[in-house]
């Protein structure tokens, strides 16, 4: 007969009040039922462990043994399940995050406030990343999941959706094309183009819906974040090209902003996670955040841009 956590528990509640009758009720089980848990655990250990007295019960030489050991690992098993239970509820926990850094600087402050109001124990670690390097974090476990635009992502790996938006134009003050409700590539083309830098996921969906079209454009200007390059448009250098769930596109209310077309140029960003592993409560309660800012009315990173619409001013995305 092999020895059992509930006789461990059952021995340690009876020597610590010295009472069978008492343990039982703690234990809420009856004391012939108590008295059949501790008698399992003699026999398994070949030991008589307890002698009923008097008063009530006191440990033998080999009971005093085993209790010098078992007290602290009891501690230690209730600490651990506590925890877990903590875990488990959302009382406590950190959860690793690596994202897009227009997604970090415009979804996550949203769903990160929202999770500090619900779970005010519960930890986020944001790290910003292009989409190739979010695989690589995810894959590698240095980051419990990721947000980025769709890839291959292999067997390893599964993706979610969370939303798609477009790349929008950002135009410098007074530029001709802000009369068009929707301005061509082969109209940007000819215009001098604030990008981000190439190894980002958007310069690479520019680049190849130019090539698509037939055109072979070079930046005038690169940068990693996209406020330098909405600030460069402020400064009358060239038109932006960046994703309508940006941010920074409320950076410059005062400069026009506009679809580009036709056809639109599109990405779809997803959750990507280890498809090997299973989230942890506390990265569930992120993703909850994550998708009830994007289903706000004041979100607009599933829908098409619309300049007259104040929402589309104000919303949330990648």
Not at 11 to 38: E, K, M
Not at 248 to 277: F, H, K, Q, W, Y
């Amino acid at each position: 007969m092999a020895v059992t956590l509930k006789g461990l528990r059952a021995f340690s509640t009876v020597l610590r009040y010295g009472s069978f009758t008492r343990a039982a009720g703690l234990l809420n089980i009856t004391q012939p039922a108590l008295t059949v848990q501790i008698r399992q655990l003699e026999d398994s250990l070949g030991l008589k462990l307890l002698d009923r007295i008097p008063k009530g019960a006191e440990p033998t030489a080999a009971g005093r043994e085993l209790a010098r050991s078992l007290e602290p690992l009891l501690q230690e098993l209730d600490h651990t399940i506590a925890g877990l239970q903590d875990l488990a509820a959302r009382r406590r926990g950190m959860v690793r995050l690596a994202a897009l850094p227009s997604v970090a600087s415009s979804v996550l402050p949203g769903a990160i406030a929202r999770l500090r109001e619900s779970h005010p124990s519960l930890q986020v670690r944001v790290r910003e990343a292009v989409t190739g390097q979010v695989y690589d974090l995810v894959r590698a476990g240095e980051v419990d999941l990721g947000i980025a635009t769709d890839l291959k992502p292999g067997g390893e790996l599964s993706l979610q959706r969370l939303f798609e938006d477009q790349i929008l134009a950002v135009l410098p003050p007074g530029h001709a094309l802000a009369a068009l409700s929707a301005i061509p590539l082969s109209a940007l083309a000819r215009e001098r183009l604030l990008l981000l830098e190439a190894d980002s996921s958007i310069r690479r969906l520019v680049d190849d819906a130019f090539a698509a079209a037939g055109h072979i454009v070079a930046a005038a200007q690169e940068a990693v974040h996209m406020g330098t390059l909405v600030s460069m448009a402020r400064a009358g250098l060239g038109i932006v090209l960046i994703p309508s769930s940006a941010a920074e596109i409320r950076m410059a209310p005062e400069l026009a902003v506009r679809p580009i077309g036709n056809p639109p140029i599109r990405r779809t960003v997803s959750l990507i996670c280890r498809s090997d592993r299973s989230l942890s409560p506390v990265a569930e309660a992120l993703v909850e955040k994550v998708r009830e800012v994007l289903e706000a009315p004041s979100g607009h990173a599933a829908r098409d841009w619309n300049p007259d619409d104040p929402a589309a001013a104000s919303g949330t995305g990648s």
